[in-house]
């Protein structure tokens, strides 16, 4: 197992256009989260999945964003008509909800995206 | 609903002692602690279940005081490896995930 891996590593595009990012969880977690970080904060909460139902999601997380975890397995965060303020690292994050280490989260090396 | 980490930034020498607490304003389910290096992901340290649970992971340990939604993170002897910004996060009722923003430790020779 390789751990979490997140695609693309970096993304930069113009204001308005359209971006997806795709996260591979570790397989056979059940929990997938998605958060986004920005320099000098913690990562903020954006939404999770319990296998392929969105469970929770963030005031954050305007209908410009979307997110889908199709069968349970790789998931995809859309981010519609991006704006400066949506340059951030957005992180995805799997666990095993329900084993002995509850909930350790395992993150990916993140997606840095930049809106010029 | 965010917690709040304490202190901000810590200067250390190597072997010294540090403290880092967490509060939250909610009842929580869990507390978990990571360390994330500059350019890299939150690596998970520990997690701590309601039930004041103290943890610990070679030098670093943790307690988790329920009734007070606080935690507090001890790292004791550092080294150098220890720098990195350090993280509580806290998991609610509803499993959302709520990360404080960071307590920056710099552990010097």
């Known amino acids: 197992d390789t751990g979490v891996s997140q695609d693309p590593r970096h993304k930069i595009t113009k204001r308005g256009q359209n971006v997806t990012f795709r996260c591979d969880p570790i397989?056979?977690?059940?929990?997938l989260y998605w958060y986004r970080q920005t320099l000098g904060q913690g990562p903020e909460f954006l939404t999770y999945?319990?296998?392929?139902?969105?469970?929770?999601k963030s005031r954050l997380l305007s209908d410009r964003f979307s997110a889908e975890r199709p069968k349970g397995s790789f998931s995809t965060l859309e981010i519609q008509r991006t704006e400066q303020g949506d340059s951030a690292m957005y992180l995805c994050?799997?666990?095993?909800?329900?084993?002995?280490?509850?909930?350790?989260?395992?993150f990916g090396p993140g997606t840095r995206l930049t809106v010029l | 609903q965010q917690p709040v980490q304490s202190p901000q930034a810590v200067i250390l020498r190597e072997g010294e002692d540090a403290v880092i607490n967490c509060s939250s304003s909610?009842?929580?389910?869990?507390v978990h602690w990571y360390r994330q290096k500059h350019g890299e992901a939150p690596v998970f340290l520990m997690i701590?279940?309601?039930?004041?649970e103290q943890k610990g992971h070679e030098k670093i340990s943790a307690s988790f005081n329920e009734k007070k939604q606080q935690s507090s993170l001890y790292l004791t002897a550092s080294q150098l490896s220890y720098s990195g910004t350090y993280f509580c996060?806290?998991?609610?009722?509803?499993?959302?995930?709520?990360f404080g923003s960071g307590t920056k430790l710099n552990v010097k020779p």
């Open positions: 994050a799997s666990s095993a909800a329900g084993t002995v280490l509850y909930n350790e989260q395992f």
């Open positions: 397989s056979e977690h059940n929990r």
């Open positions: 999945f319990q296998n392929e139902a969105q469970l929770e």
């Open positions: 909610k009842a929580l389910y869990s």
């Open positions: 701590l279940l309601k039930g004041g």
């Open positions: 996060g806290t998991e609610d009722n509803f499993n959302k995930f709520y």
